[in-house]
């Protein structure tokens, strides 16, 4: 079995930073952060044509937890940054920001 390390968030947004979704990433998953920051571009550029703003994001999983229920939480701030949280059990246990502020959810 394949342990995921990170995983790819990639947002399309047609008006402003209210008018977001989240895209299919064309490889979600990742053994390696690195990794995925490698592909995050091609992916983001893979939308470019399609939407006037594509943002991206690399998300850290503990590979340990893997098979656990998670929520995806995110959101795209009034700066236009791209932010991610993974939880469980209502707690964070990944994140690349500081602060959440209101977003959107999807299971995982």
Not at 42 to 67: F, K, N
Not at 79 to 90: F, H, Y
Request: glycine residues 8%; aromatic residues 6%.
């Amino acid at each position: 079995m394949e342990h995921i390390a990170a995983f790819l968030l990639i947002v399309g947004c047609t008006g402003g930073t209210a008018d977001c979704r989240e895209l299919p990433a064309p490889t979600p998953v990742f053994e390696t952060v690195e990794d995925c920051e490698g592909l995050r571009q091609p992916a983001i550029g893979a939308y470019a044509s399609r939407y006037p703003r594509v943002l991206g994001v690399c998300v850290a999983v503990d590979p340990a937890e893997e098979d656990e229920d998670a929520t995806i939480l995110w959101s795209v701030t009034p700066a236009g940054q791209l932010e991610a949280s993974l939880e469980r059990n209502g707690f964070t246990v990944a994140a690349d920001f500081q602060r959440r502020e209101k977003g959107l959810v999807r299971q995982h």
